[in-house]
C-alpha cells in the first residue's frame, strides 16, 4: 500500500469525511470528488489558500505541474485560477480516476492530462511536459508528497525538485509542501526559497514570492 499523506483537508474531526471544494478562481466553491482514503493527504484549506496568495495571478497562462497529486486539489486550483492547463501524477490508479472525474465535472477535461504511476520513476523516463502552453509562460510547479518521503527516500526527492528546477522555463514558480524533518537549504538556490510555518507543514516558495 502507497505512504499516506497525514493531514485532511479541513480540521475536522476523524469521524468526518472532510469536503474539498475550490477555493478560488472561476471555479470557487466548486465541490470536488474526495472520500477520506487514507493514500491521498488534501492540502488543508487554510495552507492551501495562502500559497496560492503567495503565487498570486503569475499563475495565469502557466504549465501547472501536480506531483504526488493525489485528490488534484491543487493542479485543479491552478486551473481554476487561469493556469492553460494541467498535468497530474499519481500512483494509485484509482485516485487517479478521480481526477480524472473531477475534471470533467468542471469541464476541464481538454486541460487537465493524468499520469498513473510512480512520480520518480515516471520522470526518470523523461515525461514530457511541452504542450500548447507558451514555453514563455513558464511552470507552476506543485510538490506535496507523503512527508515521509524526506526521510526515507530524501535523494530521490532532492533530485526530483532539482531536475524540476534546472528544466523548467524562465518565470516558473514552485510550491513545494514539507514538514519539519525537511531542510529547504539543501535544495539548488537555497537563498531564494521563502519558507513558510502552517504547522505541521511548511511550504516552500521559489523564487522568492512577494511578502504579505
Given at each position: 500500500?502507497p505512504l499516506?499523506?497525514?493531514?485532511?483537508?479541513r480540521?475536522d474531526?476523524?469521524a468526518?469525511?472532510?469536503?474539498?471544494r475550490?477555493?478560488?478562481?472561476?471555479?470557487?466553491?466548486?465541490?470536488?470528488?474526495?472520500?477520506g482514503?487514507e493514500?491521498?493527504?488534501?492540502?488543508?484549506?487554510?495552507v492551501r489558500?495562502?500559497v496560492?496568495?503567495?503565487?498570486?495571478?503569475?499563475?495565469a497562462?502557466?504549465?501547472?505541474?501536480?506531483?504526488?497529486?493525489?485528490?488534484?486539489?491543487l493542479?485543479?486550483?491552478?486551473?481554476?485560477?487561469?493556469?492553460?492547463r494541467?498535468?497530474?501524477?499519481?500512483q494509485?490508479?484509482?485516485t487517479?480516476?478521480s481526477?480524472?472525474?473531477?475534471?470533467?465535472?468542471?469541464?476541464?477535461?481538454?486541460?487537465?492530462e493524468?499520469?498513473a504511476g510512480?512520480?520518480f520513476i515516471?520522470f526518470?523516463?523523461?515525461?514530457n511536459?511541452?504542450?500548447?502552453?507558451?514555453?514563455?509562460?513558464?511552470?507552476?510547479?506543485?510538490c506535496?508528497?507523503?512527508y515521509?518521503?524526506?526521510?526515507?527516500?530524501?535523494?530521490?526527492?532532492?533530485?526530483?525538485?532539482?531536475?524540476?528546477?534546472?528544466?523548467?522555463?524562465?518565470?516558473?514558480?514552485?510550491?513545494?509542501?514539507?514538514?519539519?524533518?525537511?531542510?529547504?537549504?539543501?535544495?539548488?538556490q537555497?537563498?531564494?526559497?521563502?519558507?513558510?510555518?502552517?504547522p505541521?507543514?511548511r511550504?516552500?516558495i521559489?523564487p522568492?514570492?512577494?511578502?504579505s
Amino acid at each position: 500500500m502507497p505512504l499516506s499523506k497525514t493531514n485532511d483537508a479541513r480540521d475536522d474531526g476523524p469521524a468526518h469525511v472532510p469536503s474539498l471544494r475550490i477555493i478560488g478562481g472561476t471555479h470557487r466553491g466548486r465541490k470536488l470528488e474526495y472520500n477520506g482514503d487514507e493514500r491521498t493527504r488534501p492540502m488543508k484549506d487554510r495552507v492551501r489558500e495562502a500559497v496560492f496568495n503567495l503565487l498570486g495571478p503569475e499563475i495565469a497562462g502557466k504549465l501547472a505541474v501536480d506531483l504526488f497529486a493525489g485528490t488534484g486539489a491543487l493542479g485543479l486550483e491552478a486551473l481554476s485560477r487561469g493556469a492553460a492547463r494541467a498535468v497530474f501524477f499519481e500512483q494509485h490508479f484509482p485516485t487517479a480516476d478521480s481526477i480524472r472525474r473531477n475534471a470533467r465535472t468542471l469541464g476541464l477535461e481538454t486541460q487537465a492530462e493524468v499520469v498513473a504511476g510512480d512520480t520518480f520513476i515516471r520522470f526518470r523516463r523523461s515525461v514530457n511536459l511541452a504542450g500548447p502552453t507558451d514555453p514563455e509562460r513558464g511552470w507552476v510547479v506543485f510538490c506535496s508528497p507523503p512527508y515521509e518521503f524526506y526521510v526515507s527516500r530524501r535523494q530521490e526527492m532532492l533530485a526530483l525538485v532539482g531536475s524540476l528546477m534546472a528544466a523548467a522555463p524562465t518565470g516558473s514558480l514552485f510550491a513545494v509542501e514539507a514538514d519539519a524533518r525537511f531542510d529547504y537549504g539543501e535544495l539548488p538556490q537555497a537563498d531564494l526559497w521563502d519558507v513558510r510555518e502552517y504547522p505541521p507543514a511548511r511550504i516552500g516558495i521559489w523564487p522568492r514570492a512577494r511578502r504579505s
